[in-house]
């Protein structure tokens, strides 16, 4: 996790970071989670959106997400997060982070 945390430090777009093949299958999960377009979800589809490209975030990975990635104190509990709202952009991000570091 450090690792990743250290490697992903410098915020760049998605397009850097993705295929446009990524892009798209990123897009259709985010999409099956939000139908409505509201262009926000909260944490339980955000969770839903992981399923949806076949990643399993445990809770840890998640708390770490929260800290690293959406800069939150650590040690706040994700229940906390649980009305938060977040983005395709956040998604993506999300996705980044917990992806392995080639």
Do not use: W, Y
């Not at 990635?69 to 994700?78: I, M």
């Amino acid at each position: 996790r450090e690792q990743r945390a250290h490697h992903r430090a410098d915020r760049v777009t998605v397009d850097e970071k993705f295929t446009p093949e990524e892009l798209e299958a990123l897009r259709e999960a985010f999409a099956r989670v939000d139908p409505e377009g509201h262009g926000f979800v909260n944490l339980l589809k955000l969770r839903e959106a992981f399923a949806h490209i076949g990643m399993e975030p445990t809770n840890e990975d998640m708390e770490a997400v929260m800290t690293d990635v959406f800069a939150q104190p650590s040690g706040v509990p994700l229940e906390h997060h649980a009305n938060s709202a977040f983005t395709f952009a956040d998604f993506a991000q999300a996705c980044d982070f917990l992806s392995p570091v080639e």
